[in-house]
């Protein structure tokens, strides 16, 4: 599979890595990314400059399976999230993009987890996943298979406005320096 990755941070470079680790074809791209779009694009950039990719490639991202990984924190007063209440950026990414199928994934970990595959000492990686798209969840996992992540279905997109507050909250607890940036929150099964 071929994905594109907006965004060359920390956490552009751990998933990209664990799709390259699966066997896929990574692309990095920034805000003047001129190529084909990958099968799957993932948006790993801050919140505010999502408005800004989605329009340069609206027509482009129909039919594609778009990775939203922002947690949508006020970083003015890092004392909230600056979606609507009843919302998450994921739900307000589909708005603008409807002909995509928009998942949110990997912000409820940090990039030193997914570049570890684990979570503090021993706990495996699992990236949560959300939308209304079964398949779209499915690709998602299928092109992480070999990375040692695991992909856990939450639900549908919905359930991305949980998953945003727990992101918030863990980025909340490793700023107070609470928790380190490696830890985090992991799933058990």
Do not use: C
């Not at 390259?20 to 001129?34: I, M, N, P, S």
């Not at 949508?72 to 993009?97: C, H, M, R, W, Y």
């Not at 299928?142 to 991305?160: F, I, N, P, T, Y």
């Amino acid at each position: 599979m071929e994905i594109t990755i907006f965004g060359k941070g920390n956490m552009g470079k751990a998933i990209g890595g664990n799709f390259e680790k699966a066997g896929q074809k990574v692309t990095y791209g920034g805000r003047d990314f001129k190529e084909a779009l990958g099968d799957m694009v993932v948006l790993a950039v801050p919140y505010g400059a999502v408005d800004s990719i989605l329009s340069a490639h609206k027509e482009e991202l129909a039919g594609k399976v778009v990775v939203d990984i922002t947690n949508p924190v006020n970083f003015d007063t890092f004392d909230g999230l600056v979606v609507p209440a009843d919302s998450s950026a994921a739900a307000e990414i589909q708005k603008k993009v409807p002909e995509a199928l928009v998942v949110k994934a990997f912000n409820t970990t940090f990039a030193g987890v997914l570049a570890a595959g684990k979570v503090g000492e021993k706990e495996p990686t699992v990236v949560l996943a959300a939308s209304d798209s079964a398949d779209a969840k499915k690709k998602l996992a299928q092109a992480l298979e070999g990375s040692g992540l695991s992909v856990m279905d939450a639900g549908s997109l919905k359930r991305a406005r949980e998953m945003e507050a727990l992101g918030f909250l863990q980025i909340s607890l490793a700023a107070g320096k609470k928790i380190s940036w490696t830890g985090g929150f992991a799933v058990l099964h």
